[in-house]
């Protein structure tokens, strides 16, 4: 009989900082030692001693105390700290790459994004342009005295866990072994694809602090729809990605919607992408074909023309959301969520846009009434994939805080 393995002291406490952190990332407002202490069940010596240590370390910082009642003790606001740790997004897209500093507080410190033709784009240069880009926001962040805690990478293909880029097919990109580029291994990077990391953007207090109302809550579930040149897509599950056994769950631009469709970069007919996408429909609406699809200038006139009512466009446009609707219904039907969350491109279009989607959806999914579909706008519509891979980042100090604070 194999023996018990022995609970390792560090391993408590990093778990209790951990827990301690991460409650005060995703609470409302403030709070103080006791407020955190009734929240995470730890007894108040114990979350004494903790919060001590991110006090000591630049993580809490305590606010002024105020008396709850006539015989009552002063309570100590606790809050997090910025311009201590942070994280590092990376990103490369279909219209060019960036970097976002973003802070435990939920600020974002820095953001560079150079616009850029990525058609047969080379990927050791524009991996080594990036990693310029990183290297002057490491130099300031130094000076600064901020700490680089972790960082994220946001590609538009399939990634593997060994951090492998199989494919980026709207790149042109296959088989890259992402460690090789200077860039990831000094940071150690943690690479994915941009759906999955724009869906934790989503989430408050993943990994930094909460600011305001979000659309959904901490340990909400939903699906994140991803539109652009391609279309991805992401399962929330309880506040988690879930990524499938090979980490490629969640491709739902490559869903078809039309057995006999037009064929689809991936080889298949009819996906949701070569009706949704963006430059699959600004090239049917006749605005522009071809790498020129591919630029914002030409789906900023798509959305305008279908706001004034062109007829080419309202019907490029129309196409899209019926596609769109029904993988939608697919998805519900078969993950049984109930919340749709729309980034990228679509949530540029007016809000009644997502009401008629959702009136659309409640007649497809399965589970009605018992289940009354959703659909969201993003909440967070500049970049959320850049966002999201600094959140990656970052999630690594909210996991491992020892790290940081027990040296």
């Not at 953007?201 to 729809?225: C, H, K, N, T």
């Not at 959301?321 to 049984?336: G, K, Y």
């Not at 497809?364 to 959320?384: C, D, H, K, N, W």
């Amino acid at each position: 009989m194999a023996g018990l393995r022995r609970i390792n002291q560090d391993d408590l406490r990093n778990h209790n900082l951990s827990v301690v952190v991460g409650t005060l990332l995703r609470a409302e407002s403030s709070m103080s030692r006791a407020d955190l202490a009734k929240r995470t069940g730890l007894t108040k010596a114990t979350m004494s001693l903790l919060v001590s240590m991110l006090v000591d370390n630049g993580v809490v910082e305590e606010g002024t105390p105020s008396v709850q009642s006539t015989y009552g003790r002063p309570s100590t606001p606790l809050d997090i700290r910025g311009g201590r740790f942070c994280g590092i997004g990376l990103q490369i897209n279909t219209d060019g790459y960036g970097v976002v500093v973003l802070d435990l507080d939920g600020t974002v410190a820095a953001e560079r994004w150079v616009d850029a033709d990525m058609s047969d784009a080379d990927a050791d240069d524009i991996f080594a342009r990036l990693n310029e880009l990183a290297l002057d926001q490491e130099s300031v962040l130094r000076e600064r005295g901020c700490r680089i805690v972790g960082a994220g990478l946001a590609l538009p293909g399939l990634v593997t866990d060994d951090m492998r880029l199989l494919m980026a097919r709207n790149l042109g990109w296959e088989r890259l072994d992402l460690k090789r580029f200077p860039v990831v291994s000094r940071l150690d990077a943690v690479a994915g694809n941009e759906a999955n990391m724009a869906a934790l953007a989503q989430i408050p207090g993943y990994a930094s602090r909460r600011r305001g109302e979000g659309i959904v809550g901490p340990s909400d579930s939903f699906l994140y729809m991803s539109t652009d040149v391609g279309i991805g897509g992401a399962i929330v599950r309880g506040g988690r990605v879930v990524v499938g056994d090979h980490g490629f769950g969640g491709e739902l631009g490559h869903a078809s919607v039309e057995m006999r469709g037009p064929v689809c970069r991936c080889g298949r007919r009819g996906c949701l992408e070569v009706y949704a996408g963006r430059r699959a429909m600004v090239e049917a609406a006749g605005i522009a074909s071809g790498n020129a699809a591919a630029r914002r200038e030409a789906i900023d006139e798509l959305i305008g023309r279908y706001g004034a009512g062109d007829a080419k466009a309202v019907a490029v446009v129309d196409k899209a959301i019926e596609a769109m609707v029904s993988v939608m219904a697919s998805a519900i039907n078969i993950c049984d969520i109930d919340t749709v969350i729309l980034g990228g491109l679509w949530s540029r279009f007016e809000s009644d846009l997502a009401a008629r989607m959702q009136s659309m959806l409640q007649r497809q999914v399965l589970g009605y009434p018992e289940i009354r579909a959703r659909v969201l706008l993003s909440g967070v519509t500049a970049r959320p994939a850049l966002l999201g891979a600094a959140a990656v980042g970052l999630h690594r100090f909210v996991e491992h805080p020892l790290e940081f604070v027990g040296e």
